[in-house]
């Protein structure tokens, strides 16, 4: 840059010169000061020697910060109790998560995202791209699932307009090791997508739960997620979704080694300029299935079962009076209904919804100061047998919150 | 029944997507002539805003825009064409 700076001032006092000289050329017939011209020799010969190279390397990311403010009451049997609390980072509100993003040529993408958050430091990210032909990219690496829209497109602190996340719709769509193929195609006025993984899969623990993003398989199964979009109109303003994943969830050799995770989910996104207002409604349901077995009671390592059963759901919705003058046209208010719905006579069975709204600040297209209120209710339906029953949970938080894409 | 009927809600949706593909593939996917006919700026309008705020063409240099241009698309899963004159409009 500096370099182009200085030849570029080079070139231009070179050209003053001669104009200066020019009436003095044309009176006295004489040659042009050869000083001058191998000045302007010098300089065609660094520019042609300038490459361009074709690689290019960026860092964005973000990050997001804030404080949270709660009340929790919790009933079982007829007695409460109050618990009061208040944070500077809490789960939700602090992320600071530098990517960087390699290109190399017009084909090949790298993009890797450490963060420093509430588990530490951990990776949310880690792939290479190669955008093969039109309409087919391949990838390879530590992966986003295609499970539904909200983990791969709709987390980022900048980009939610709420400082919390929807309740159990990212859990299901995890990150793991495996490839992938995507891509996005015209369909007459219309179009298409599609995006599918095959990974390492998720590993089933004991008590019936979930983990993932095992970089040794735990079994010998892949998993497979896909989602179909289709963007119906011709102006994009709506997409919509339907995604799977099948696999294979038990231990090697354990006698749980077959039982299978059947995950659902639909999703909608709809952006549409109702002038002056920008409204944007954006939701996704996620149904998880895994099969009926014996699962093990953390508590006293005694045996169990329950149908293991999840969903979860929100729809969320916000408007923005983007083409009205000054204070106002930054402002974005916003709402969201979320339900989580975890199994019932498990060990940690809940039926749980939160209602949440907030009032946002855009500083600039990437940069957004949040006010966010969440109403949580949590009904336990877990196991009273097991003792696992832990009644009625309500909790009030006030987010102040504040996320920029780096 | 109740666990039935989201089953079948769910199979309904599911086949007819794969039905929508399956066509689009027969029938080859092309652009019609409205979409075809679209200018960058136009879909940098329409596109950017789906996820977040629509971006400023000047936040980002040339040659950084060709690298968000990638990366955007494997997020919004944009066609070639539309991530091409999105990227050529924003270098400006």
């Not at chain 1, 709420?162 to 369909?187: K, Q």
């Not at chain 1, 970089?215 to 994009?236: A, E, H, Q």
């Not at chain 1, 207002?277 to 006293?300: C, E, M, R, T, W």
């Not at chain 1, 966010?372 to 102040?400: D, Q």
């Amino acid at each position: 840059m500096r370099q182009k700076i200085i030849i570029k001032t080079g070139g231009v006092l070179a050209i003053l010169q001669l104009l200066l000289l020019a009436p003095k050329l044309q009176a006295q017939q004489t040659v042009v000061d050869s000083s001058v011209l191998d000045r302007i020799n010098e300089l065609e010969k660094q520019m042609a020697a300038k490459k361009t190279g074709e690689d290019h390397f960026m860092v964005a990311g973000l990050a997001t910060m804030g404080f949270a403010s709660y009340k929790t009451t919790n009933t079982v049997n007829g007695s409460s109790t109050v618990t009061k609390g208040n944070s500077f980072p809490d789960a939700d509100n602090f992320e600071f998560s530098p990517m960087l993003l390699w290109r190399h040529g017009k084909k090949l993408l790298a993009e890797f995202e450490p963060s420093f958050n509430n588990n530490g430091v951990s990776v949310n990210w880690a792939d290479v791209s190669w955008f093969a032909t039109p309409g087919l990219i391949v990838r390879a690496g530590y992966l986003v699932l295609p499970l539904g829209t909200y983990s791969k497109r709709e987390a980022a602190g900048w980009i939610d307009k709420l400082a919390t996340d929807p309740m159990g719709i990212a859990d299901m769509a995890p990150t793991d090791y495996g490839v992938e193929i995507e891509g996005g195609l015209p369909l007459g006025s219309s179009k298409i997508n599609y995006d599918v993984a095959l990974t390492n899969g998720n590993q089933l623990l004991p008590d019936g739960t979930i983990t993932s993003g095992n970089i040794v398989d735990n079994n010998n199964n892949k998993t497979i997620t896909g989602r179909l979009g289709l963007l119906p109109f011709s102006n994009s303003s709506l997409e919509v979704g339907v995604s799977g994943m099948f696999g294979k969830v038990g231990d090697q050799g354990a006698n749980i080694q077959n039982t299978m995770a059947k995950v659902y989910a639909f999703d909608l996104n709809y952006v549409k300029l109702l002038k002056p207002i920008l409204i944007n409604i954006k939701s996704q349901y996620n149904i998880q299935d895994i099969d009926k077995v014996d699962y093990i009671n953390p508590a006293d390592s005694s045996t169990y079962s329950f149908n293991n059963h999840t969903i979860s759901f929100f729809v969320q919705g916000s408007l923005r009076p983007v083409n009205a003058s000054g204070f106002i046209k930054n402002v974005e208010l916003a709402g969201r209904y979320t339900i989580f719905n975890t199994p019932a006579n498990s060990t940690f069975g809940s039926n749980q919804h939160t209602f949440t709204i907030g009032l946002d600040y855009w500083l600039s297209w990437r940069a957004v100061f949040k006010i966010t209120y969440e109403a949580y209710k949590g009904n336990s339906t877990a196991s009273k047998t097991l003792g696992a029953y832990t009644g009625l949970t309500t909790t009030n938080t006030l987010f102040v919150h504040f996320a920029i894409q780096l | 029944m109740k666990k039935l009927s989201l089953k079948n809600i769910s199979a309904i949706i599911s086949i007819s997507f794969c039905i929508i593909f399956a066509i689009s593939i027969i029938y080859g996917c092309k652009a019609s002539q409205k979409v075809s006919m679209k200018t960058g700026a136009q879909l940098w309008a329409e596109n950017c805003q789906r996820c977040h705020n629509t971006p400023s063409p000047s936040s980002f240099s040339p040659e950084q825009w060709e690298t968000i241009g990638l990366h955007m698309q494997t997020r919004a899963l944009l066609t070639d064409t539309e991530r091409e004159k999105i990227v050529e409009f924003l270098k400006q």
